[in-house]
């Protein structure tokens, strides 16, 4: 089994960066085809953040241009540049990641990943 490790939040004034990681532990028997990053702030659903596969890096509409999804092609570590941070990136955000392909339809939908990190807090002032 599979261990999802994130590592990176903190608490930053708005204009700031951060850099999340995503580090799988243990061994991996097979590699992820799909990952991605979801956030969770107060009195809000979970949503995609940004995803990673083969194909395509996707970003959700409020973070282009501010956000780049990133992952190492060989050791399946994922990462999230978070550049020019607003009060409303406040969340908790979560590593996901999928060994089998998922359709663009699902890519960000939370169901569709069957292995999650814990979370690391992103608090920007």
């Known amino acids: 089994h599979v261990q999802l490790v994130e590592s990176g939040g903190g608490s930053v004034q708005a204009g700031g960066s951060l850099r999340l990681s995503c580090t799988p532990s243990g061994f991996t028997y097979k590699r992820y085809a799909c990952m991605g990053w979801f956030r969770q702030s107060a009195g809000k659903e979970r949503e995609a953040v940004a995803t990673i596969d083969s194909e395509t890096a996707t970003h959700t509409a409020s973070v282009k241009g501010r956000f780049t999804i990133s992952k190492d092609n060989t050791k399946d570590v994922l990462y999230l540049q978070m550049n020019s941070l607003k009060a409303e990136d406040t969340a908790m955000y979560y590593c996901?990641?999928?060994?089998?392909?998922?359709?663009?339809?699902?890519?960000?939908?939370?169901?569709?990943?069957?292995?999650w990190g814990q979370g690391t807090q992103v608090t920007v002032s």
């Open positions: 996901a990641a999928n060994r089998g392909t998922l359709s663009r339809l699902l890519v960000f939908e939370e169901r569709a990943y069957k292995f």
